[in-house]
């Protein structure tokens, strides 16, 4: 038989198997848009703004649906029911680590105008370097450069739509080119260094007196030396502190990046917080984390940042554990899920007018905070951001300390200012922009 032939009908034989298995599969899960063969429904997501294609495709099947994102199947929780109902109400079911392949690899002047990234960067990665290393770094420390390059680099990466191809369609990380191969060798690079780090605190350790995390990690399994089933390796170290940089740097900086910039767009929320600050703090003595309970204004326009910018718009990916009964569907263990964050937290009923920054959001008619079970950037439930704590603390004395001690100026009217992110896949990044800190 002619080689064409057998091809042919191989490819079809295959072709006709995997659409008899979507079939079989679709028919338990959710329901959602008809995929096409390997592809799913890709076509019919827009990599650039993946959370408003989320949203119109739920208002066809509802809070509750199926994407193929590939051969696999993906189910999305749409708005503040499904996703507390998911998260909180069935946590255990629902508390599975989603896969992100692409992580999954990563594993093994005065009155000057400036643009923050750099300063707002150096910040947050210090407060980790201290917990980590026990010290701090120089802003002009080399080492500690190159760390906060390779850092930002991926974050910016890992938000890019070709990214979230990859995720998608795994094959490609291996034999396509593209930023994904910048990204794994960043990590390598961080990692080595991480690496030589934690060398250096074998040869000068003291069980008996930790400096800091890795000290204690260190002291563990120094402990654990027995247990051959030990999780506390020098791998497991080196993936967990390069992780804690990620997930305790980036993200920081970036949201401290956006508020500047939304208060630059809205100066009389500006002004309001300044207001505040003199009224609590004063001049003579910097804030304090006792001050936000004092600070109700200042409060609420934090929360309003993290609620406008949705800077995770989909959330990690979560998978469940077992077999789950959800709202009559049937998910099987390991599938993926989506949950939209960023429906939660535009969700019109809770917040009336989402698309406008308003602090007035977390403010009730006395001018007191205001709580929302729908405020949720952190995520909820079992995989909720252990950095939590430690983030709204940055956020608060970052920003106050800033405010106290400048006022803040664009180059552009405020009409001008584009708030407007430049990637929103993993992330929502800011535009780049230029301010000026005229001390006060």
Not at 138 to 167: A, G, H, R, T
Not at 360 to 371: S, Y
Request: proline content about 7%.
């Amino acid at each position: 038989m002619d080689p064409v032939v057998v091809l042919v009908l191989s490819l079809s034989c295959l072709l006709l198997l995997s659409l008899w298995r979507q079939s079989s599969e679709r028919r338990k899960l959710p329901p959602g848009p008809t995929p096409l063969p390997i592809i799913g429904n890709f076509l019919q997501i827009d990599a650039k703004n993946i959370s408003q294609s989320l949203t119109n495709l739920s208002n066809v099947y509802g809070p509750v649906f199926t994407l193929y994102l590939g051969r696999k199947p993906t189910v999305v929780l749409h708005g503040y029911e499904a996703v507390k109902e998911a998260l909180i109400d069935h946590g255990e079911e629902f508390a599975g680590r989603g896969s992100l392949p692409v992580a999954e690899r990563v594993t093994k002047g005065l009155g000057s105008p400036c643009d923050p990234t750099f300063i707002l960067s150096c910040a947050p990665c210090n407060v980790i370097c201290s917990i980590i290393f026990q010290n701090r770094f120089d802003y002009k420390d080399q080492d500690f450069l190159n760390l906060m390059k390779k850092l930002d680099e991926n974050f910016k990466i890992l938000s890019s739509p070709w990214l979230q191809v990859c995720n998608n369609f795994p094959s490609l990380i291996d034999y396509c080119p593209g930023s994904h191969h910048t990204v794994l060798k960043n990590i390598d690079y961080i990692r080595n260094y991480l690496l030589e780090k934690i060398k250096d605190h074998q040869e000068s350790l003291n069980v008996d007196n930790p400096r800091d995390f890795i000290d204690y990690y260190l002291t563990k399994q120094k402990q654990e030396n027995h247990n051959q089933q030990s999780e506390f390796t020098l791998e497991h170290l080196a993936t967990t502190v390069s992780n804690l940089f990620a997930a305790g740097t980036e993200t920081t900086s970036t949201t401290l990046r956006y508020a500047l910039l939304l208060l630059l767009k809205h100066p009389h929320v500006t002004a309001k917080v300044q207001e505040e600050i003199n009224h609590v703090v004063g001049r003579h003595r910097s804030p304090c984390m006792q001050d936000r309970s004092h600070m109700p204004y200042t409060d609420a326009m934090i929360h309003e940042v993290q609620r406008f910018i949705d800077l995770l718009p989909n959330n990690l990916p979560h998978a469940v554990t077992c077999d789950t009964k959800f709202r009559n569907y049937l998910i099987p263990k390991g599938t993926t899920v989506i949950t939209s964050l960023s429906s939660v937290l535009h969700d019109s009923k809770e917040f009336p007018n989402p698309e406008v920054f308003d602090p007035g959001h977390f403010l009730d008619k006395n001018g007191n905070f205001k709580k929302s079970d729908y405020f949720m950037p952190f995520s909820i439930g079992k995989r909720i951001c252990v950095g939590e704590g430690l983030a709204r603390m940055e956020l608060f004395l970052f920003l106050t300390t800033i405010l106290q001690n400048f006022k803040l100026k664009s180059l552009l009217h405020t009409k001008d200012i584009n708030i407007t992110p430049v990637a929103n896949g993993l992330a929502s990044l800011p535009p780049p922009y230029k301010i000026c800190f005229i001390p006060v």
